[in-house]
């Protein structure tokens, strides 16, 4: 009585998609439900291998030549910015001297005693100075020269009224840098 209950088919669960296949068949299911093992596992062959280092190492050759590059002249803005800086307060203590020489003698004056702008016309010098032509050790690698154009024009005004002062200033390693500025004769 019991066998024959569960033994029945209407209280077997319900079949499953193995079961509607075969109704026995064994041999069909194991072929629905097993993956295929006998398919040949391949990794990378040895051309794929070097073909990825070789490739890698292009890459990586221009990416380390750029930094190398960007490394090399990470410096540069430091220097241009000082040697502008030292273009500038020469241009400054230049446009501040008296148009023309105050005494009238230029007899023995070198830089400390420079007392007009056209004193400067030639100043040249090795290694950055202070106002007073003591060299300033941390800038011994620049170079600075000035010209002073005593003939120049400022638009309308010209006829030694005007003077131009061009002062340039090298770098160790880098492009010079000229300032141009203007004296003009404003005194009475
Ligand atoms: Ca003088
Ligand atoms: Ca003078």
Redesign the pocket.
Known sequence: MWANELSSPARRPSPTPWGRLGGGDSNRLHQVVSFPTNKRQAGITLVELILFIVIVSIGLAGILSVMNLTTQHSADPLVRKQALAAAESLLEEISLKDFA???G??AG?TRPTY?DVDDYDGYASTGIRDINDTPIGALADYTVSVKVDAAASLGALGGGKVKKISVTVSGPGNEPITLDGYRTDYAP
């Open positions: 020489d105050p005494d003698s230029e004056e007392d």
